[in-house]
């Protein structure tokens, strides 16, 4: 066991295969997690636990994020291929730090 005391005199004991990091390592650490990963739509819905319909009328084809996309897709960060039913695919670190910038905006209530 490892025992650390805090600023406030409690100690805490944890076991050994425990490790503390801070907030930011933590950050970090999931940053490059995904560094040179692609991800589908179906990543998406999954991370955010939505529908597919619900990511295009929320997201993709949604007016207020339409020059936001449009700038993703020309830094190749967002790509989807000219015919209707192309695949969507996603830069996974660039396109999770601009959900997390954007998903306080999101109305999850329409799942």
């Not at 005199?9 to 425990?18: C, L, N, R, S, T």
């Not at 999931?30 to 991800?39: D, F, H, I, R």
């Not at 997201?59 to 989807?80: C, D, F, H, M, T």
Request: hydrophobic share 40%; proline share 5%.
């Amino acid at each position: 066991m490892q025992e650390m005391q805090l600023p406030n005199g409690i100690k805490v004991q944890f076991p050994e295969e425990v490790v503390l990091i801070s907030k930011a390592t933590l950050s970090e650490l999931e940053s490059q997690a995904l560094l040179g990963k692609m991800w589908s739509i179906k990543d998406i819905m999954a991370k955010l636990g939505v529908n597919r319909q619900w990511i295009l009328d929320n997201i993709l084809a949604n007016p207020r994020y339409s020059n936001e996309i449009e700038r993703l897709k020309q830094e190749g960060v967002v790509q989807k291929g000219p015919a209707k039913n192309s695949p969507w695919h996603f830069k996974a670190r660039e396109f999770c730090e601009w959900l997390d910038r954007h998903e306080t905006a999101f109305d999850f209530t329409k799942r």
